[in-house]
Structure formats: structure tokens, C-alpha cells
């Protein structure tokens, strides 16, 4: 599984800061920082070996031999929720619960009542993951 590029150097800055008492706005900009450091172009490189080609080839064998495909329903639908699952250190075996709320999420403005649920049951789904 694909490890976080910058999640130790975050827990270790959110620790540090907590004993020194910083407020949640001094969090956030830690936050920021370190989501903009794994986005740099020298950490990018390596996803294409590491994450990306990978997910692609499971994602595809997964149909290939069915002979056809509805590649909206198979990959489209599919590859990105588990590349964002990998980044984040998600568990492979929870993308099935992950992928339905994700889509509810990025689909919040078609049907709000199911986003917003979506976004509660995300975020008691990902706490134990922030918390760890």
C-alpha cells in the first residue's frame, strides 16, 4: 500500500504545536503546507511507479477478461476513488464503502440530502484514520 508522503513530518508538527498550545487556524496552515509539499513536482514523479500504473493495470485486469466493458462503471468510476484511497493510507478492503460516499460528495449539489449524509458518514469513517 502506498504510504502518505508527508504523514509523519504532519503528526509530528500537529504534536509539537499541540504542546505548545497553537490554536486549530495554526493547524490548518500546517495542514496546507504539508498537502502542498506532496504536490511538488519532485514528489510527484515517483507516483507514476509507486501508484498510479499500478492502480491502472488492477483496475483494468479487473474486467479485461469479461471481454467488453463499461469503462464509465469500471474505471472511471473506480480508479480515482482508489488512487485518493492510497493516498489518504486507506485500506484497500474499505473502498467499497468509500467509493459510494465519495461519489455522494462530489455530487452534493444534485442531491444534497444524500452529500450530506455522505459527508457525516466520511467523517466518522476517516476520524480513526487522524486520530491514529
Known sequence: MYTPIATRQFEKDVKRLRKRGKTLDKLKIVMRSLVAQAFRQKNLAHWNDDLVAPTVDATIDSFVGNGQADLVRE????????????????????????????????????????GIKASGEMRAYLEPFIEA
Open 75 to 114: 474505471f472511471t468510476y473506480v480508479y480515482p476513488v482508489l488512487v485518493i484511497g492510497s493516498l489518504l493510507g486507506l485500506p484497500p478492503e474499505d473502498v467499497p464503502y468509500f467509493r459510494p460516499r465519495a461519489f455522494a460528495l462530489t455530487n452534493v449539489a444534485a442531491q444534497p440530502e444524500a
